[in-house]
């Protein structure tokens, strides 16, 4: 399966390429110098999570992910909730890492969770000299020896994870012959590589040019699929090492929610780079946007910090909100270490905004 970039229609695409690289540039030098940026980055994590399952056609409520991610459930969380919360950790992993990780064989295999070649990525621990024994001893019978086997084996598991790596599991075969869980027609494995040599022609296009071919092959080529969502971050995260954005993971999902989907579906390329292009536009000008309120509400709330003492809690408070779409009484009395109704104090102090409308699990925010 190849992704043809032999006909690829440059004249039309220019003026759109040109806005797009503008907008991506002026939001970039903004989040580098800004105030409030590390806020930005954080609250961008969850709005494009809750973006990636809208653009799939599901519905999460973006305070419902902030407190699942808090471990602070109002209600027990729904299928949808729970693919938007891995959206959530894959981007803060892509964010955290080199920023061609992601793009790499053993960055793709650990974000989609193959183990068989993540193994690779991350150097296996010695055997020990207790194993060496129990092997060696198996015929006696030494309970001892398997008992530290089993220790090491799992202290070499743990290792693995702490440095990065992804859980070993152990292989199963699934009995399937209705093909109904596993699709024999479709090699995740070749698809992936399918999409990964266009990265290698992207790499002669502008950066922005090079990221709606990516978008859109992964589109044509749809590599996995129970993950088709991670095709929108990888781009952000090629976006990132080509050094076009440096200073976030860019929301792309932000601007395709806006983009109408005949326009992201159609049959034609060009409409569908154009749709691409068009929601780059859109997230930059939505994050610009969002930076203007972030620094307005900021300037706001450190006003009531006036004549306060020197050990007052309202400047921590005031980072947790900036850094969450929603925050609860529970998740500033952790943050800040005060017990919930002093939390309930502190939030009438600022003057936050109630944004919920319900008498129990109420949240607060900036909007």
Same mark, same amino acid.
């Given at each position: 399966?190849?992704y043809?970039l032999?006909?690829l229609?440059?004249?039309?695409?220019?003026?759109?390429?040109v806005?797009?690289e503008?907008?991506l540039?002026?939001?970039?030098?903004?989040v580098?110098?800004?105030m409030v940026?590390?806020?930005f980055?954080?609250?961008g994590?969850?709005?494009?999570?809750?973006?990636?399952l809208w653009?799939?056609?599901?519905?999460?409520h973006v305070?419902d992910?902030v407190?699942?991610?808090?471990?602070m459930?109002?209600?027990?969380p729904?299928h949808e909730?729970?693919?938007?919360?891995?959206?959530?950790?894959?981007?803060?992993r892509?964010?955290?890492?080199?920023?061609?990780?992601?793009l790499?064989?053993? !960055?793709?295999? +650990?974000?989609r969770?193959?183990?068989?070649?993540?193994? #690779?990525?991350?150097? @296996?621990r010695?055997a020990?000299i %207790?194993?060496?024994?129990s092997e060696?001893?198996?015929?006696e019978?030494d309970?001892?020896?398997?008992?530290?086997?089993e220790i090491d084996?799992?202290?070499?598991?743990?290792?693995?994870i702490l440095n990065?790596?992804a859980?070993?599991?152990k292989?199963?075969?699934?009995?399937?012959?209705l093909?109904?869980?596993?699709?024999?027609?479709?090699?995740?494995?070749?698809r992936?590589?399918?999409?990964?040599a266009?990265?290698?022609?992207a790499d002669?296009?502008?950066?922005?040019?090079g990221?709606?071919?990516?978008?859109d092959a992964?589109?044509r080529?749809e590599?996995?699929?129970?993950?088709?969502w991670?095709?929108?971050l990888?781009?952000s995260?090629?976006?990132r090492?080509?050094?076009?954005i440096?200073?976030?993971?860019?929301?792309?999902?932000? !601007?395709l929610? +806006?983009?109408r989907?005949d326009?992201?579906?159609?049959s #034609?390329?060009?409409? @569908?780079?154009?749709?691409?292009? %068009?929601?780059?536009?859109?997230?930059?000008d939505?994050?610009?946007?969002e930076?203007?309120?972030?620094s307005?509400?900021?300037?706001?709330m450190?006003?009531?910090?006036?004549d306060?003492r020197s050990?007052?809690s309202l400047?921590?408070v005031?980072?947790i909100?900036?850094?969450?779409?929603?925050?609860?009484?529970?998740?500033i009395?952790?943050?800040?270490?005060?017990?919930?109704?002093?939390?309930?104090?502190?939030?009438?102090e600022?003057g936050?905004?109630e944004?919920t409308g319900r008498?129990?699990?109420r949240g607060?925010?900036?909007?």
């Amino acid at each position: 399966m190849r992704y043809d970039l032999t006909t690829l229609p440059l004249t039309t695409l220019l003026p759109a390429i040109v806005k797009a690289e503008d907008m991506l540039a002026r939001l970039d030098e903004r989040v580098l110098r800004h105030m409030v940026a590390d806020g930005f980055r954080e609250r961008g994590h969850f709005f494009d999570a809750a973006g990636a399952l809208w653009v799939g056609g599901e519905l999460v409520h973006v305070e419902d992910l902030v407190l699942h991610d808090a471990r602070m459930d109002a209600r027990a969380p729904t299928h949808e909730l729970t693919i938007a919360h891995a959206v959530l950790r894959s981007r803060r992993r892509l964010w955290n890492a080199e920023p061609s990780w992601g793009l790499e064989p053993a !960055g793709l295999a +650990a974000l989609r969770g193959d183990t068989g070649e993540a193994e #690779d990525a991350v150097p @296996r621990r010695p055997a020990s000299i %207790e194993v060496a024994e129990s092997e060696a001893q198996e015929e006696e019978e030494d309970d001892f020896g398997v008992d530290f086997a089993e220790i090491d084996a799992i202290l070499a598991r743990s290792d693995k994870i702490l440095n990065g790596g992804a859980p070993d599991t152990k292989p199963e075969t699934i009995h399937d012959p209705l093909a109904l869980v596993l699709d024999v027609d479709w090699d995740e494995n070749e698809r992936l590589e399918s999409w990964r040599a266009v990265i290698r022609e992207a790499d002669m296009l502008p950066p922005v040019l090079g990221a709606a071919v990516l978008f859109d092959a992964w589109e044509r080529i749809e590599p996995l699929r129970r993950q088709h969502w991670l095709g929108g971050l990888l781009v952000s995260a090629y976006l990132r090492s080509r050094g076009k954005i440096t200073s976030h993971l860019f929301c792309l999902n932000i !601007g395709l929610k +806006a983009v109408r989907h005949d326009r992201r579906r159609s049959s #034609d390329r060009i409409t @569908r780079l154009l749709a691409f292009l %068009e929601a780059m536009v859109l997230s930059a000008d939505s994050g610009l946007k969002e930076l203007d309120r972030l620094s307005l509400a900021k300037l706001q709330m450190e006003l009531r910090l006036k004549d306060r003492r020197s050990n007052s809690s309202l400047p921590e408070v005031i980072d947790i909100v900036l850094s969450r779409p929603i925050v609860s009484a529970k998740m500033i009395a952790r943050h800040v270490g005060v017990t919930p109704r002093g939390a309930l104090n502190l939030v009438s102090e600022l003057g936050l905004r109630e944004m919920t409308g319900r008498g129990r699990y109420r949240g607060w925010g900036v909007l």
